[in-house]
């Protein structure tokens, strides 16, 4: 009978040990994307930032064949500022003519 309870308390001990290893290793994964999450209100971990608070401008920026989302109060030199319904981005002042 001991040996059943001391199995049973065992069991248990070893599940919280694994679930708490997910929580940190889920939580280390936030820390690494929240430096550039903070001021998003939707992040991608291959992206940055999608979606913006309402008075930000969402900066893309190139990097190789994918586009780095970031959100601003305003836009770097060279771009400015369009405002739309659904989303404020930043555009280049320059147009690419090949």
């Known amino acids: 009978m001991h040996l059943q309870l001391f199995a ?3 069991s248990l001990f070893c599940e919280v040990i694994r679930m708490g290893s997910g929580v940190m290793q889920k939580q ?10 903070q ?3 939707e ?3 291959d992206n940055g930032c999608v979606r913006c608070p309402e008075r930000f401008f969402l ?3 190139r990097k190789g ?3 780095h989302g970031t959100c601003l109060h305003s836009c770097p ?3 400015y500022g369009q ?4 989303v404020n981005r930043c555009m280049s002042m320059y147009k690419y003519v090949c």
Request: charged fraction near 20%; charge should be negative.
């Open 77 to 79: 030199a060279g771009h």
């Open 59 to 61: 900066f893309l920026q």
């Open 43 to 45: 992040c991608s971990w």
């Open 8 to 10: 049973i308390v065992m």
């Open 39 to 41: 001021s998003c209100l």
């Open 83 to 86: 405002r739309g319904r659904d």
């Open 28 to 37: 280390s994964a936030h820390r690494e994307t929240s430096e550039d999450c």
């Open 65 to 67: 064949m994918s586009h």
